[in-house]
């Protein structure tokens, strides 16, 4: 079976994790994966949280690039708003080079207000900004002089792979899906629903249907023995997860799976946050057209214990039973 990684390095009070200790543990299993053959490992980006959601991806996916040698890298998503585009471009060139070209960039326009408010961009700005973000990226990854706002520059060093890390669009929305089709490499929805405007664009365009929708669903599976008392160890964890994206997605009305739950019961009760045994996954998996595992170890400031149990049984009792 194929298996995916991501972080978002949420670490509420509650967790009494510190920060670094957290870096340190995603390195170890960024290695950990990378020894199994993960598929790829997305690192996300949110700024001024109060539960330290991760600000700045591109060190970080740095270090892990350091640390492994095939897994492919994302950054998902990138808020391009908030970024100096010439100077993006010679972080994300100098990234792919150190990876060896594993790096894949996902460019969103950001939602949250207060972002916004901390780095003093209207929010009116967005799409422009993403637009010139991708315009640049794709320039500065052709290794040749090119103009930016009035005056010809080019990035050096050239990027390892041909063009540069692949760009994609996220987004909710069909102005982001029809976007996507017109600048970038692909679409990665928030939500399946705006897929369709997406493919419409494309094809459009004259070029090739992209055919159905390519997201999984957007649910949490952790491992444990005895499911029910790892449901209660991991529960408050999920449950802030959720809360935490669904109030911010609720005051800006953006369409997404989160909303605000009272408790670990409603939660459990969505099922967008499950805890199998390693049996019942790999029964989950078997009737699955292609098995394929989404880990989210740390999932809203899991204890860095707990996540590295639920790894060892997807090691040992998941993946041989697809040797």
Known sequence: MSFAMRFDFRNPAF???SVADRYAAALDMAEWADRLGCL????SEHHGSPDEYLPSPLPVVAAMAARTSTVRLTVAALIAPFYEPLRLAEDLVVLDNLSRGRVDLIVAGGYVSEEFAMFGVPKAERAERVTEVVTVLKAAFAGEPFEYRGRTVRVRPAPFRAGGPSISLGGSSEAAARRAARIADGFIPSVP???????DEVQSSGRPDPGPCPIPSNQVVALAEDPEEGWSKMAPYFLHEMNAYGTWQAQEEVATPYRETADTEALQATGQYRVLSPEQFVAEQRDAPFPLAM????????PIELAWE???LFEHEVLPAFA
């Open 15 to 17: 967790a009494r994790t």
């Open 40 to 43: 790829s490992i997305a690192v």
């Open 193 to 199: 629903e705006v897929w369709g405007f997406y493919r």
């Open 295 to 302: 880990l989210h170890p740390l999932c809203g400031g899991m």
């Open 310 to 312: 639920s790894l060892k």
